[in-house]
């Protein structure tokens, strides 16, 4: 019989990116703080821009949890760290360099879990490494903040210490130090929205749920299938419902079909039920499998091709980023429920 339990790697990487969202809150809170207490205004103005960022990459965090669709909880050791990082930040122990100075080590620790976290997807799963591909921005774009970060250390450092000016050319050598790190990436450190378009998240999910087909057919290991239609399950579950709920009634006005895409989606639901408690090496089990990748595939082809114009057609990018903002708190809250029910 099929089952949706999670992997515990899969939980693992979970449990790393609940960590990455509280801890992407401590750094905006950090930032929002040094602002208010900093008298420098260049100093001043690189920390509203590093601001601006960390707001939006909060947005990116949260979106690759939604579409990565298992959900976990930060350790109990992460949020006593960030309490206590919490109270000397708001104390007055230590000095601006001196909490700058923590500041950078907890963008370091940022830079390196979002990087463990894109290392440890390539092991478990092409379907995981997919879901979490967004979080590549941020761990780029927070090595650019460190950089950052080394040269505002550098001047309150040398300030705190002599009371004078350090030698010029500091900021050149930081904006070299951003600027080979944003040639790497493209524009990373000049993306302008914290949330993407509705037609990049069905995008996502379209991708994810091929690549969970294709590892199904290529496990040999009954476990192995039933982790992959597990999370296939799951994934597609809150996908249609969270389609019905806010992709289709939006494009109803547009789309003459709308009532047609509904019944794919509900006839999709139907054959998941139908596939659920089949064991996983059954011949029974892989050609229903086959028939569902048939009839997903067949959706996805008629909401690209007819409904994706329709969404560029009649619709604001601000529109589209709204929509996207719906569909994802849906969608988090059906995972919410299924995660309980389980």
């Given at each position: 019989m099929v089952t949706t339990l999670d992997d515990t790697k899969r939980l693992s990487i979970a449990t790393k990116l609940a960590d990455m969202k509280a801890l992407q809150n401590l750094l905006i809170n950090n930032e929002q703080q040094f602002i208010q207490d900093c008298t420098?205004?260049?100093?001043?103005?690189?920390?509203?821009?590093?601001?601006?960022?960390?707001?939006?990459?909060?947005?990116?965090i949260d979106t690759v949890i939604v579409q990565y669709g298992v959900k976990g909880e930060s350790k109990e050791t992460t949020q006593k760290m960030i309490a206590q990082v919490e109270q000397l930040m708001s104390s007055s122990e230590l000095t601006l360099f001196e909490k700058v100075f923590e500041h950078e080590l907890l963008k370091h620790k940022q830079t390196m879990t979002g990087l463990l976290i894109h290392k440890a997807a390539q092991v478990v799963g092409a379907d995981v490494e997919a879901a979490i591909t967004p979080l590549n921005k941020v761990n780029f774009e927070n090595r650019a903040h460190q950089e950052q970060l080394k040269g505002i250390l550098e001047i309150l450092g040398v300030r705190e210490l002599t009371g004078f000016e350090p030698k010029q050319g500091l900021w050149g050598r930081v904006q070299d130090a951003v600027a080979a790190l944003s040639g790497v990436v493209g524009s990373?450190?000049?993306?302008?929205?914290?949330?993407?378009?509705?037609?990049?998240?069905?995008?996502?999910?379209?991708?994810?749920?091929?690549?969970?087909?294709?590892?199904?057919?290529s496990a040999k290991d009954p476990h192995k299938i039933q982790e992959y239609f597990g999370q296939l399950y799951k994934d597609i579950k809150v996908h249609g419902t969270a389609e019905e709920q806010v992709l289709y009634p939006a494009v109803r006005p547009y789309y003459e079909h709308t009532q047609e895409i509904y019944d794919q989606t509900d006839e999709v639901m139907e054959m998941l039920?139908?596939?659920?408690?089949?064991?996983?090496?059954?011949?029974?089990?892989?050609?229903?499998?086959?028939?569902?990748?048939?009839?997903?595939?067949?959706?996805?082809?008629?909401?690209?091709?007819?409904?994706?114009?329709?969404?560029?057609?009649?619709?604001?990018h601000e529109q589209l980023k709204q929509m996207a903002t719906e569909f994802k708190t849906v969608k988090s809250k059906l995972q919410e429920q299924i995660a309980a029910s389980t």
């Open positions: 420098d205004d260049e100093i001043r103005d690189r920390l509203q821009d590093m601001l601006e960022d960390d707001h939006k990459n909060l947005g990116v990373v450190v000049t993306r302008t929205d914290d949330e993407m378009s509705i037609r990049e998240l069905l995008l996502m999910d379209h991708t994810k749920a091929d690549i969970l087909f294709t590892e199904i057919f039920d139908e596939i659920k408690p089949l064991s996983p090496d059954s011949s029974e089990f892989k050609a229903k499998v086959e028939q569902l990748r048939t009839a997903v595939r067949n959706h996805i082809n008629q909401e690209e091709q007819d409904i994706f114009p329709k969404l560029r057609d009649n619709f604001s």
